[in-house]
Each structure stands twice: as C-alpha cells, then as structure tokens.
C-alpha cells in the first residue's frame, strides 16, 4: 500500500520556467514532509522539508506548498535550469514514530 | 559529498547467504536510517537507530538485522538471501532523532544470484 504518491514519473520543463512537481499522500498521521534529488549513481540530496503546521516554505528558487486538507504536496522550482534535471522524490514522516516513507519519484529533465 | 560513507559500493552473493553492510554517519550525526530500493520503486524505509538505540521500524524483514555500534556506525545484516533482496541499500544520517534532513550514501548495490 503506497502511502506516498507521485503520480507522474517524468515531467519535462523549459529552462527558465516554472517545475511543479506533485505528491499526493492517504496518511492522516503524517506530519513531517520532505523533496530530495536524486542524481544517477548517487544517493538522495535533502531539498526542502515543510511542517504540518505550514502550508509553504521557501529556500532560494525551490518552494514546497502543503494542503493538508486534499493531502497534497507540491514542489515548485522557479526558475528551472538544466542542472535541475534529477529524480525528485517526495517523502513523510508518520507522527506516531520516526518511520519515512517515499514516493516513487518524479524524473525532471530541463530542457535548454 | 554527503559525508556519509557506505561499503562495500557492490556486493554479488548467492541464494542463501549471509552479507554485512556497512555504514558511517556524518560526524555529529546520531541517527542512522537504512533505506531499500528495489528496481523501480521508491526507497523503502528499513529502521533507524539513534544513539545506538533502535528507534523506528519500517518494512524490515525478520531475515534482516541491524546494529549501530558506540562509535556510531551502523551495520545492516542480510540472511538466507533471496532473488528478492537484490535491491540498492542506502544508508542516511541525521542530527537529530527523525527529524531534520537526512544525508544520504552513496548506496551498496546488493546482486543476488
């Protein structure tokens, strides 16, 4: 039962433009929410992380929106560049304990 | 560079084997987190350590163990291996107790034969 959900697997954006990367999750519980990156052959870089009591955060050009009411997560990257170009995952925290669960990823690729 | 280091990068064995990953988190972190991918799926959260206490348990097998010793590195034990478990282990640290970002290695890619 996956309870963290990225229902695209791959989006692709021109440079300079808006990435808006979605999750979807079923867990109440979740309270804790965080987007790492992911290049090939490499383990997964901490992005941005948000609280269940924010609906935003920001830090530099990457934006995490939470609507908890729809169980809904975005990331937002303005402006895009090609060095972006990774796979994104989406990841929460249950509230209960320490346990992570992920999505499956979402491949940006940046087109110049 | 995350500072987090695994070993061995690759690992070949046979059905019912036993193997060791090993990992050392970033100085000053005190959790450790083992994470499984599978081919194509997400990271599957194994179980965290902090301070040398395990802390929280995800879809661990009973097959699979883990320790994390005074000097804070942490070793995941897999037994009477299957196809199955031919997966990418990564492992990631933290500061703080389930909170906070996560580091993560570079992985140990486990091949099952």
């Known amino acids: 039962d996956q309870q963290v959900k990225q229902n695209s697997p791959s989006l692709s954006v021109q440079e300079g433009r808006i990435s808006i990367l979605n999750c979807d999750y079923t867990n109440s519980m979740f309270d804790y929410f965080l987007w790492y990156k992911k290049y090939p052959a490499e383990g997964p870089t901490f992005l941005i992380s948000i609280s269940s009591i924010k609906d935003k955060n920001e830090d530099g050009r990457f934006t995490v929106f939470l609507n908890k009411s729809a169980k809904h997560l975005s990331l937002h990257i303005v402006p895009s560049q090609p060095g972006d170009s990774a796979v994104y995952f989406c990841a929460a925290r249950e509230d209960t304990g320490n346990q992570f669960y992920f999505g499956t990823g979402t491949s940006l690729t940046v087109i110049p | 560079d995350s500072g987090v280091t695994q070993t061995p990068k690759h690992l070949i064995t046979a059905t019912g084997q036993r193997v060791t990953l090993r990992c050392s988190p970033r100085s000053g972190d005190l959790s450790v987190y083992w994470y499984q991918q599978s081919l194509d799926q997400g990271l599957q959260f194994l179980i965290q350590y902090y301070n040398g206490e395990e802390r929280a348990k995800g879809n661990i097998l009973e097959r699979f163990s883990a320790q994390q010793f005074p000097d804070l590195h942490s070793e995941l034990n897999l037994s009477s291996l299957e196809l199955g478990d031919s997966a990418l282990y990564f492992c990631?640290?933290?500061?703080?107790?389930?909170?906070?970002?996560?580091?993560f290695g570079p992985g140990t890619r486990l091949t099952v034969t």
């Open positions: 990631a640290s933290s500061v703080g107790d389930g909170i906070g970002e996560q580091y």
